[in-house]
């Protein structure tokens, strides 16, 4: 999702004879922009034109990228008359699709598209002198996006490939087994999604502001998401500050031991007063925000109570975007959790534990991989029964 790849129609890839089977290598095509990068500033988003959208337009987004490279790299959009994120291109390749096909998950994730109209924003964008012809087609989610032109890996020529979903909603569908299960998964960054009530529409006018985004599902339902980009890349950030500062000490020490070092500290600390807000990375919605500490006293200063902060101060963040009241109110009776960063940490489902007010399931597999054949699979057998 967000991120964009170009490519020359006709010239993404080339298909070779491997020694089990065909394979592509990737042609005339892009460096990969993922929804990480940050070349969109504040004052340049603020320069763009207002979206026709619920959703607003962050760095990371497709059009905002394509946008920065029309002002900053105009010979570099110029190389190339296709667009899509790297599994809209993987696609294309697949099927020998002459134009990139997106589903309205994927389109929402880049900006300057109505969900409800199920269109781009064609006549802002090109009032801007923004690229369209670099937009994709855009289908149903679990719609057929066309059929393998060669065998793939033992999968035969003429196997129908579904459209590329979008991956937050594909790993959502792996693991919510009913819509009162909200989904939290702490891996890099953090997500919390839940399925909005039938019938919910977002209202059409973006608010940079707003810590929560409604992104297309299935079935013309939403997903409520708050985001966070602060997750366990903050505690890979600690501990690496933690190592630096041996270093600077004349001590080395693997980055392995000091993060079960710490995480073992902090279980033996059940509690404590300090206050760390760790968005060192800010926030889609508050993207010059910093990180603090507050309540500091000279009983709190051990690693343990540290940690155990940090931790708090993850799933706090997380609250402060979408309170988890709101859940209740939205029916949710239950919180599947999963994610790399909360597998290995039990501090963090401590606090998990603490901050919400109904079950918690951990050590759920949320996997979009998963989810798309899910998706695939249980749509086409209910067409077929039908």
Not at 283 to 303: C, G, M, N, Y
Not at 328 to 343: F, H, P, Y
């Given at each position: 999702?967000?991120?964009?790849?170009?490519?020359?129609?006709g010239?993404?890839?080339?298909w070779?004879?491997g020694?089990?089977?065909?394979?592509?290598?990737?042609?005339?095509?892009?460096?990969?922009?993922?929804?990480q990068d940050?070349?969109?500033?504040?004052?340049?988003?603020?320069?763009?034109?207002?979206?026709?959208?619920?959703?607003?337009?962050?760095?990371?987004?497709?059009?905002a990228?394509?946008?920065?490279?029309?002002?900053?790299?105009?010979?570099?959009?110029?190389?190339?008359?296709?667009?899509?994120?790297?599994?809209?291109?993987?696609?294309?390749?697949?099927?020998?699709?002459?134009?990139?096909l997106?589903?309205?998950?994927?389109?929402?994730?880049w900006?300057?598209?109505?969900?409800?109209?199920?269109?781009?924003?064609?006549?802002?964008?090109?009032?801007?002198?923004?690229p369209?012809?670099?937009?994709?087609?855009?289908?149903?989610?679990?719609?057929?996006?066309?059929?393998?032109?060669?065998?793939?890996?033992?999968?035969?020529?003429?196997?129908?490939?579904?459209?590329?979903?979008?991956?937050?909603?594909?790993?959502?569908?792996?693991?919510?087994?009913?819509?009162?299960?909200a989904?939290?998964?702490?891996?890099?960054?953090?997500?919390?999604?839940?399925?909005?009530?039938?019938?919910?529409?977002?209202?059409?006018?973006?608010?940079?502001?707003?810590?929560?985004a409604?992104?297309?599902?299935?079935?013309?339902?939403?997903?409520?998401?708050?985001?966070?980009?602060?997750?366990?890349?903050?505690l890979?950030?600690?501990?690496?500050?933690?190592?630096q500062?041996?270093?600077?000490?004349?001590?080395?020490?693997?980055?392995?031991?000091?993060?079960?070092?710490?995480?073992?500290?902090?279980?033996?600390?059940?509690?404590?007063?300090?206050?760390?807000?760790?968005?060192?990375?800010?926030?889609?919605?508050?993207?010059?925000?910093?990180?603090?500490?507050?309540?500091?006293?000279?009983?709190?200063?051990?690693?343990?109570?540290?940690?155990?902060?940090?931790?708090?101060?993850?799933?706090?963040?997380?609250?402060?975007?979408?309170?988890?009241?709101?859940?209740?109110?939205?029916?949710?009776?239950?919180?599947?959790?999963?994610?790399?960063?909360?597998?290995?940490?039990?501090?963090?489902?401590?606090?998990?534990?603490r901050?919400?007010?109904?079950?918690?399931?951990?050590?759920?597999?949320?996997?979009?991989?998963?989810?798309?054949?899910?998706?695939?699979?249980?749509?086409?057998?209910?067409r077929?029964?039908?």
């Amino acid at each position: 999702m967000h991120g964009v790849l170009f490519w020359k129609t006709g010239q993404g890839c080339e298909w070779t004879e491997g020694e089990a089977a065909p394979a592509f290598r990737p042609g005339a095509v892009s460096h990969l922009v993922t929804w990480q990068d940050g070349r969109c500033s504040s004052e340049f988003l603020t320069s763009l034109p207002q979206p026709e959208s619920h959703l607003s337009v962050a760095t990371g987004f497709g059009c905002a990228t394509i946008f920065w490279l029309l002002k900053n790299s105009p010979e570099f959009l110029k190389s190339y008359d296709a667009a899509g994120t790297i599994h809209d291109y993987v696609v294309a390749m697949l099927c020998g699709l002459p134009r990139p096909l997106m589903s309205d998950q994927n389109a929402a994730s880049w900006g300057y598209f109505n969900t409800q109209s199920h269109s781009w924003n064609l006549e802002i964008l090109t009032a801007s002198g923004f690229p369209t012809h670099l937009l994709p087609d855009v289908a149903e989610p679990a719609s057929v996006a066309g059929r393998t032109a060669y065998a793939w890996f033992e999968i035969p020529k003429g196997t129908p490939v579904g459209v590329a979903l979008g991956d937050l909603q594909a790993s959502v569908y792996s693991c919510m087994a009913q819509r009162t299960d909200a989904v939290l998964n702490i891996s890099t960054s953090v997500q919390l999604a839940a399925s909005m009530p039938s019938g919910f529409q977002p209202v059409q006018t973006p608010d940079p502001a707003a810590p929560v985004a409604y992104f297309p599902y299935f079935d013309g339902a939403y997903l409520a998401v708050a985001a966070s980009l602060n997750g366990g890349n903050v505690l890979a950030t600690f501990v690496q500050m933690l190592v630096q500062w041996m270093a600077d000490l004349g001590l080395e020490v693997e980055e392995s031991t000091v993060y079960s070092r710490m995480i073992q500290a902090a279980a033996e600390q059940k509690d404590t007063c300090l206050t760390i807000t760790p968005t060192v990375l800010g926030e889609r919605h508050l993207p010059d925000q910093l990180a603090s500490v507050t309540r500091i006293s000279s009983s709190d200063l051990s690693l343990g109570h540290v940690t155990r902060a940090l931790c708090r101060g993850i799933v706090q963040n997380l609250h402060s975007m979408l309170p988890f009241q709101q859940l209740r109110e939205w029916g949710v009776e239950r919180v599947v959790s999963s994610g790399s960063a909360l597998s290995r940490n039990k501090v963090l489902k401590q606090e998990v534990q603490r901050a919400f007010p109904f079950p918690v399931a951990f050590g759920q597999d949320v996997d979009a991989a998963v989810g798309a054949a899910l998706v695939m699979l249980q749509r086409n057998l209910s067409r077929e029964e039908s």
